[in-house]
């Protein structure tokens, strides 16, 4: 085995901490702004939250110990990024398109039914950015619970030159989350009926994070 693949097979569990520890450390000097959530909070049953991959550092922070459930993928990134949500206090399920799909959907299907929520990104893990992945809509179905979308903004904040230009936000930044409107998908529902209301969501998504960046005084979208 080469160094290059010894480092390739440690790197999560170096990486996986060290990088928890800085993005906790910034998460400590935050000021989250949220909208909507308390419509949310007060909602019984599970739902899907769904956010656009780019802007999972806010939520990472504003869901920590709340008990919510994510899907990672089983790469070594994954391996990587399940140390730094564990750490938040996310429970995860492994799977993503390329490996595990199918069995990370039934496990969700399973969790959501229980009435947990969990945390999603319909456009990851490998994009294209902004646009929603069958997945979510397929849990959301089976499972009988609403898709929540979610706009997130900061101030202050890096955007990383990654194909969703993730967003990290600067020191004493201010956020903003903003909760839209529940959305469900009927169990009969045909597939062109299926494609307009992913339109819909995907539509609402972006409009939500143009409200949240308007509100964390960017210019509008």
């Known amino acids: 085995m080469t160094l290059k693949q010894r480092w390739r097979n440690v790197r999560p569990y170096i990486l996986g901490p060290v990088i928890f520890a800085l993005a906790r450390l910034i998460g400590l000097t935050l000021r989250i702004r949220v909208v909507g959530y308390d ?3 007060s909602t019984p049953g599970g739902k899907i939250m769904s956010g656009w991959h780019g802007r999972t550092f806010v939520a990472a922070h504003f869901f920590r110990g709340k008990g919510v459930w994510t899907i990672i993928s089983h790469s070594k990134d994954g391996e990587m990024q399940d140390i730094i949500f564990r750490g938040f206090g996310f429970k995860t399920i492994r799977g993503s398109t390329g490996r595990g799909g199918v069995r990370a959907a039934i496990e969700s299907i399973e969790v959501l039914k229980k009435g947990e929520c969990m945390a999603f990104t319909p456009d990851g893990p490998r994009g294209p950015t ?5 997945g979510m809509l397929l849990m959301a179905k089976k499972a009988g619970v609403p898709i929540v979308p979610v706009g997130v903004a900061a101030d202050r904040r890096w955007l990383v030159k990654t194909w969703d230009a993730y967003m990290v936000p600067k020191p004493f930044a201010k956020c903003v989350m903003v909760f839209g ?3 469900f998908v009927p169990s009969t529902i045909s597939e062109p009926d299926l ?6 969501i995907q539509e609402e998504m972006d409009k939500l994070e143009c409200e949240a960046e308007r509100l964390a005084g960017h210019p509008a979208c």
């Open 181 to 183: 409107p529940d959305y």
């Open 130 to 134: 902004h646009v929603i992945q069958g």
């Open 195 to 200: 494609e307009v209301v992913r339109l819909q």
């Open 39 to 41: 419509r949310v909070k």
